[in-house]
């Protein structure tokens, strides 16, 4: 499949970028790596008459730990992720880097970036889940400056974010954050979009459950909390099978998947609990 006719236009810089997005109007769209917009072109699922390379602009590839908060570029790509070995990532951060392991092939994990990953707001892409889990704040850019999106108020359903149409994402920051954390797929086959996905972290103070967060994709149009089964867990203290099944059977209960082709939504539901569970154990250690 070939893409419908475009024009190509090359970004200097973030205020460049602004700038054509703002004359260019609706039907220019931003590309970085083209992991996810490229396909959809391809198959004339997204076309676009205007295409803006941002990929070349300097200071959006840096992954920095300050302020007891890991600041990732909009333009860094997994593969970055999964192979950085600074302390902030290898020791503060192990969930978001173990999570790269679940993105897609090799070739989309050197190529795809994570500014792209959230714009594109696929609900069972791992950034997303990530952000939502973790409350990052995502920073953009636009005619009017820059500001900064919780990850909760981003994500909108599948292709629909809280950015304006003439702004950009310039970086991601993810809070520290204490205690375990876990993610956990399945997919009919590895490097697939997942059917379900569940992100788990646990802290906890003399052996008592103080805090508790479950995010569940793929049952809703955007990654879920699990705020019910969570408030169950801390009020439990001291968790074992039985506490851990029940918030599985909680999460299952709450999300709202529908059935198609890859699966009923009892089925989507069954998955979803066996999900949860294993990330509750794998965090726990139970």
């Known amino acids: ?8 236009h090359r970004a200097h810089d973030v205020n460049d970028a602004i700038e054509m997005l703002r004359r260019l109007g609706d039907g220019a769209k931003v590309v970085a790596g083209g992991q996810s917009l490229i396909p959809m072109m391809n198959f004339r699922l997204a076309r676009p008459e205007h295409l803006i390379d941002i990929g070349h602009i300097e200071g959006l590839s840096q992954i920095a730990y300050h302020d007891d908060m890991l600041h990732i570029g909009a333009l860094v790509t997994h593969r970055m992720v999964e192979t950085n070995d600074t302390d902030a990532l290898t020791r503060l951060f192990p969930l978001i880097q173990n999570a790269m392991k679940y993105v897609g092939h090799y070739p989309i994990r050197t190529r795809g970036t994570i500014g792209g990953s959230l714009a594109h707001a696929d609900a069972t892409a791992e950034w997303c889940i990530l952000a939502i889990l973790l409350d990052a704040q995502i920073s953009v850019a636009g005619p009017d400056g820059a ?34 954390g876990v993610i956990v797929e399945h997919a009919e086959r590895q490097g697939d ?3 379900a996905a569940v992100a788990a972290a646990i802290d906890y103070n003399g052996g008592n459950v103080t805090s508790a967060r479950i995010v569940v994709a793929g049952g809703d149009p955007v990654p879920q909390r699990m705020i019910a089964a969570e408030e169950f867990l801390v009020s439990s203290g001291q968790i074992g099978n039985l506490e851990l099944a029940e918030a599985a059977r909680m ?8 059935g198609d082709g890859t699966g009923s939504e009892p089925y989507r539901r069954a998955i979803t609990e066996q999900l949860v569970l294993k990330a509750m154990r794998e965090v726990t250690g139970t």
Do not use: H, N, W
Not at 151 to 179: C, H, K, N, Q, W
């Open 1 to 8: 499949m070939k893409p419908a006719p475009f024009t190509y």
């Open 147 to 180: 500001r900064s999106i919780p990850a909760a108020e981003m994500f909108f359903g599948l292709y629909t974010t809280a950015l304006a149409a003439d702004e950009i994402i310039t970086s991601v920051a993810f809070p520290r954050y204490s205690g375990a």
């Open 193 to 195: 979009f997942a059917l």
């Open 251 to 258: 999460c299952a209960q709450q999300v709202q998947p529908q």
